[in-house]
Structure formats: C-alpha cells, structure tokens
C-alpha cells in the first residue's frame, strides 16, 4: 500500500475530487461571463469542456497505472491530452458563424479551447497555472472587451437592406442621408427591377457609422423617404 501510495501512477480519491471540483468551479466561472454576454458557448459549455479536460488529463495520468509496471509497456501521459486539444478544435469550430459580411464567434471558440487546457492543468494539478490563466481570461473577455469597445471600435459597419419603388430616387435620397451624417459607402448591390416580380427594388448597402452614429436613427430617416417599403439591418 505504501509503494502504491507513492507512486507517480496512483492519486488519492481526495485529491481526484478535488481537481474535479475546481475544474467545474473555473469552467463555470468563464462559462458564467460568456453567459452573461449572451454567447453561444456559455455556462454549461464551458463548464462540462473544462470537467472532461480534466477528467481525461486524469485518466492518462493514473487510468493506466496497473499497466505501468508491465513488461514492453509505455505509458506516456501527454498522449491523451493532446488528443483533446485537437477535439476541441471541432467543439469550437461550431460556434464560428459566417453572416455574409463578418466573422463572429472566434472569441467564443477561442475561450472553448483555453477552458479545455486549464481543465488538463487542473487534472494534471498544476493548480497555480489554471487560477493564474483563469483570471487573465477573465480580465481579457470581461476587461479588454470594455477597452476594446470604447477605444478600438471607433466604427460600426453595418448591411442595410432597403426596398423601395424606383431606383433613382433611393438613391439619391440615400446619397443626402449618407453625406449629412459622414456615413462611409463600402459596398452597394442593387437588384435590377426587371429581376423582381413586384416591380420593386432591393438596395443592399455595407455603410460603416461613426461611433457616435445610432442605425436606428439611420433606419428612421431612410424609412421616412418617399417609396421606400421596408429597411432591415444587421
């Protein structure tokens, strides 16, 4: 019992629920911040993502310990949990979104696969190293996203879908609304009457807005020119 007890292969059911429990104590704390910002991955994401990283860093390190002493037999540790930063990848991949003028969701996948590696720190009981990278992810999706949003995203781009009776007067008119307001024109798809069965027309335009600049505003006075049927945003 001694030698077992001392063994590198061996872990003590205390400490293995321990790690388990701190593994669903900081998973859910990422998972909780990432809930409250309303994201795909959140609570239960990233708190059952860091428990079986830890479980599985815990069955590599002492799953295979009545083998360790065998004859031709190997046990490499590191093994297993490469394995599983490699499937997070997919768990990640999921959350990535292509909407038709951005990216979003890579910050999402990116704090899936960080949870995954303070899970295998845990189960590998390097307890210092997953409190330490805990808190900085906490300060760079809590902290950095407050500096980020009041002094990197100077400017908002957004997809205006209008649909309107005739061509050459939206546009003219949005030609006034856009100038009046220092709104900057990146892309215009306009469909040609001919191709709408209502004799209608849809403008599609990729705008970037000043910070200061409100889409609903926006949206408002587009909405007051004359023919124009609808406007949507995104």
């Known amino acids: 019992m001694t030698n077992e007890m001392t063994s590198p292969w061996f872990i003590e059911p205390t400490h293995m629920l321990l790690r388990l429990g701190l593994a669903l104590l900081l998973g859910g704390l990422i998972?909780?911040?990432?809930?409250?910002?309303?994201?795909?991955?959140?609570?239960?994401?990233?708190?059952?993502?860091?428990?079986?990283?830890?479980?599985?860093?815990?069955l590599s390190m002492y799953g295979f310990g009545d083998f360790a002493n065998q004859p031709n037999v190997r046990l490499d540790p590191a093994r297993l949990a490469a394995q599983v930063i490699t499937g997070i990848g997919f768990l990640g991949a999921g959350t990535i979104l292509f909407t038709g003028k951005s990216i979003t969701g890579l910050t999402t996948a990116a704090s899936l696969w960080v949870v995954s590696a303070?899970?295998?720190?845990?189960?590998?009981?390097?307890?210092?190293?997953?409190?330490?990278?805990?808190?900085?992810?906490?300060?760079?999706?809590?902290?950095?996203?407050?500096?980020?949003?009041?002094?990197?995203?100077?400017?908002?781009?957004?997809?205006?879908?209008?649909h309107a009776d005739d061509r050459a007067v939206l546009l003219q008119a949005m030609n006034t609304i856009l100038q009046d307001r220092d709104i900057i024109v990146r892309k215009i798809v306009v469909n040609d009457q001919n191709e709408v069965h209502d004799?209608?027309?849809?403008?599609?335009?990729?705008?970037?807005?000043?910070?200061?600049?409100?889409?609903?505003?926006?949206?408002?006075?587009?909405?007051?020119?004359?023919?124009?049927r609808g406007v949507s945003t995104e």
């Open 31 to 58: 998972g909780f911040e990432r809930e409250q910002s309303n994201h795909a991955a959140g609570l239960r994401t990233n708190t059952l993502v860091c428990l079986g990283s830890c479980l599985l860093m815990m």
């Open 118 to 162: 303070i899970g295998l720190a845990v189960g590998a009981g390097f307890y210092l190293a997953a409190l330490a990278s805990t808190i900085s992810v906490f300060f760079i999706l809590w902290a950095m996203n407050k500096l980020e949003k009041r002094f990197l995203k100077g400017k908002k781009e957004q997809l205006l879908r209008i």
């Open 199 to 228: 004799g209608r027309v849809t403008v599609q335009m990729y705008v970037t807005l000043p910070k200061q600049q409100s889409i609903l505003l926006l949206v408002n006075d587009i909405n007051d020119v004359d023919g124009v």
